[in-house]
T-cell receptor, first 113, second 114 residues
Framework: DGGITQSPKYLFRKEGQNVTLSCEQNLNHDAMYWYRQDPGQGLRLIYYSQIVNDFQKGDIAEGYSVSREKKESFPLTVTSAQKNPTAFYLC????????????FGPGTRLTVT | QKEVEQNSGPLSVPEGAIASLNCTYSDRGSQSFFWYRQYSGKSPELIMSIYSNGDKEDGRFTAQLSKASQYVSLLIRDSQPSDSATYLCAVNPSRAGNNRKLIWGLGTSLAVNP
């Protein structure tokens, strides 16, 4: 089965801890994206990557880091510097022949207390 | 002015009626327009994409685009309770170049009442 997977579905962490969210796709998509979604605020872009070993900051990159060592994988680390990390995190990817169409994984709901 | 605007709703329609969802955008050079459906607690799902002026139909869904009016809409015919969700409008701005970023509206909540 092809698709975008995110794990885990729910994640709980104590304040001050770094946490890494997984995003994997086996669709041969080049571009990958990380968003966070908060109630009433819509989707906000954290980081995106067009190709392996290259990524760019989105609109709210502070307190986050990413890597793109493989085409299939785009993990997001939420660092202790992120002031309000509790949110629904969504990973998306775009097929090479369908610029701008983004397909989402199931999401990870992170709660930091 | 927000770059992509949608009425937050909730929009309430009876089962079997036509639901009309609207989206306006500010970047006149935008070329690609998308509608996503998001059920509560789930991730967005792409349901329609439209690139040219006019109507595009897919099953019970019709997307309508007017670049002159900077307006894109989604019509859902024969609405079903299973259509109850938040509908997100997304637009690629003309300044995006090749980075494939989208600008997102906040979504319209639709409730279809049996």
């Amino acid at each position: 089965d092809g698709g975008i997977t995110q794990s885990p579905k729910y994640l709980f962490r104590k304040e001050g801890q770094n946490v890494t969210l997984s995003c994997e796709q086996n669709l041969n998509h080049d571009a990958m994206y990380w968003y966070r979604q908060d109630p009433g605020q819509g989707l906000r872009l954290i980081y995106y990557s067009q190709i392996v070993n290259d990524f760019q900051k989105g609109d709210i990159a502070e307190g986050y880091s990413v890597s793109r060592e493989k085409k299939e994988s785009f993990p997001l680390t939420v660092t202790s510097a992120q002031k309000n990390p509790t949110a629904f995190y969504l990973c998306a990817s775009t097929p090479p022949d369908r610029d701008y169409e983004q397909y989402f994984g199931p999401g990870t709901r992170l709660t930091v207390t | 002015q927000k770059e992509v605007e949608q009425n937050s709703g909730p929009l309430s329609v009876p089962e079997g009626a036509i639901a009309s969802l609207n989206c306006t955008y500010s970047d006149r050079g935008s070329q690609s327009f998308f509608w996503y459906r998001q059920y509560s607690g789930k991730s967005p799902e792409l349901i329609m994409s439209i690139y040219s002026n006019g109507d595009k139909e897919d099953g019970r869904f019709t997307a309508q685009l007017s670049k002159a009016s900077q307006y894109v809409s989604l019509l859902i015919r024969d609405s079903q309770p299973s259509d109850s969700a938040t509908y997100l409008c997304a637009v690629n701005p003309s300044r995006a170049g090749n980075n494939r970023k989208l600008i997102w509206g906040l979504g319209t909540s639709l409730a279809v009442n049996p």
